[in-house]
């Protein structure tokens, strides 16, 4: 399982960012895919998901109207598009899934999805 997100930056508040997150090693179609952010000194915080299937979505009340996510079937990538940024929206911002790799026994729940395996990283700063 591979989690490789992208898209992260400096953006003034009121601004916009898209993150992406490319995947594979799993069927990307089947699964939840989705995004959690840690904010420095905070618990990490379920952002959005993307359901697998029906492509049903989730978000967090504090980002629900200003962030859609969206799968991209014939890239197996995710996006993020992050409209009216707030100061409060800065942190490191991960792709997530329902998918255990192997050997590992990580697991998370969130926006009602146990998530099992996640990317590095990608860091979101917004400027007042």
């Known amino acids: 399982v591979q989690l490789v997100e992208s898209g992260g930056g400096l953006v003034q508040a009121g601004g916009s960012l898209r993150l992406s997150c490319a995947t594979s090693?799993?069927?990307?179609?089947?699964?939840?895919i989705g995004w959690f952010r840690q904010k420095s000194g905070e618990a990490r915080e379920a952002v959005s998901a993307i359901n697998g299937g029906d492509d049903r979505t989730a978000y967090a009340a504090s980002v629900r109207g200003r962030f859609k996510i969206t799968r991209e079937k014939a890239k197996n990538t995710v996006y993020l598009q992050m409209n009216n940024l707030k100061p409060e929206d800065t942190g490191f911002y991960y792709c997530?899934?329902?998918?255990?790799?192997?050997?590992?026994?990580?697991?998370?729940?969130?926006?009602?999805?146990?998530?099992?395996?996640w990317g590095q990283g990608t860091q979101v700063i917004v400027s007042s």
């Open positions: 090693g799993f069927a990307f179609d089947d699964f939840a």
């Open positions: 997530i899934t329902e998918v255990a790799r192997p050997n590992e026994e990580l697991k998370w729940y969130g926006l009602g999805y146990w998530w099992r395996s």
